[in-house]
């Protein structure tokens, strides 16, 4: 990220988070994606739940996105529309097309990780006033990238386990 | 991306659209800074092997620098069409100028997953209109790029 940059008004803090919104919704199609089109040989019990729960969080973290941006002042894309679209992309993509189902988690947690990490530093590094209060919000976001940065952990320690 | 990439795509786009070195002046006025800010990135681009700068002519680009340049159009170039593409911004060029230091190329990659880009990317970027030729600047009519991708 640019050093000294600002995150100055509700919407632009909101499309970043309508981003966010965004790259949890591919985390969760992936991980769908892998766990209904592979099969048993590639997926056992250990990756089953690590894509399970992949999918569950990332379907928190974007309800409590949207939470946020419902409570800022602005006009929001309407999250079927995103949904929608991320679908029809992954409905079309064939098992084979996802690289290693792990590294391709880790891919997800580390990209969402350096996400919420400039999100934050940009939203520290500007005076701006939100509609939401401030340290809620980066109370919110660091959540959320905790929860990212044990992700990477997880998929780590597996595929390290898998060596 | 970070401050030296949007310097490097910068003039590479100057380069194209001047058909030679980028002014430092251009170059200052591209990423409204003062032209002593822009002097003190470019003295930092040619000690990273990215730039060359000759006196009263301006800078060139390295092919390293080129290489890192393209790199960067492309993920300006997602961006862009993401903003219109998916979450339907008519001000994409706007917002993507604004987006554009928080958005890294990793973060860039995951949504090109989504969004359907040309192989000629990022030659499809047109300089003097800011975007990719395939996007609609006026944000009425949808590009025709589908088509020509498939």
Same mark, same amino acid.
């Given at each position: 990220m640019s050093v000294g940059y600002q995150v100055t008004s509700d919407h632009q803090l909101a499309r970043l988070l309508q981003i966010g919104i965004v790259l949890e919704e591919v985390v969760e199609a992936r991980a769908y994606h892998h766990h209904e089109e592979l099969d048993e040989d590639t997926l056992d019990e250990e990756i089953r739940d690590l894509l399970s729960h992949a999918a569950e969080e990332s379907a928190d973290h974007r309800e409590r996105l949207e939470a946020i941006i419902d409570r800022l002042d602005v006009d929001s894309v309407p999250f079927e529309e995103i949904e929608a679209l991320v679908e029809a992309q992954y409905g079309q993509t064939k098992p084979e097309d996802f690289d290693g189902v792990l590294y391709d988690q880790l891919c997800n947690e580390e990209t969402a990780y350096k996400f919420y990490d400039d999100v934050i530093t940009a939203i520290e590094a500007s005076d701006a006033q939100f509609t939401i209060d401030r340290e809620e919000l980066v109370e919110t976001l660091a959540e959320i990238r905790e929860e990212e940065a044990d992700g990477v952990e997880e998929v780590t320690r597996i595929m390290e386990e898998r060596e | 991306m970070n401050t030296a990439d949007q310097y490097v795509k910068a003039i590479y786009l100057l380069q194209q659209m001047e058909n030679g070195p980028a002014s430092t002046g251009a170059l200052a006025d591209m990423m409204e800074v003062s032209p002593a800010s822009a002097n003190e990135m470019i003295g930092k681009l040619e000690s990273r092997g990215l730039a060359e700068h000759e006196k009263y002519k301006g800078v060139t680009l390295t092919d390293d620098g080129i290489v890192r340049a393209r790199d960067a159009l492309q993920t300006y170039c997602i961006i862009e069409r993401f903003l219109s593409n !998916?979450? +339907?911004?008519?001000e994409f060029r706007a917002e993507a100028r604004e987006l554009e230091p928080v958005i890294d190329g990793m973060i860039a990659d995951r949504l090109d997953t989504i969004i359907d880009r040309n192989a000629d990317c990022p030659d499809c970027f047109d300089p003097e209109t800011d975007a990719?030729?395939?996007? +609609? !600047?006026?944000?009425?009519e949808a590009e025709t790029e589908t088509e020509a991708a498939d």
């Open positions: - | !998916v979450l +339907d911004v008519e990719c030729k395939y996007l +609609d !600047v006026c944000g009425s």
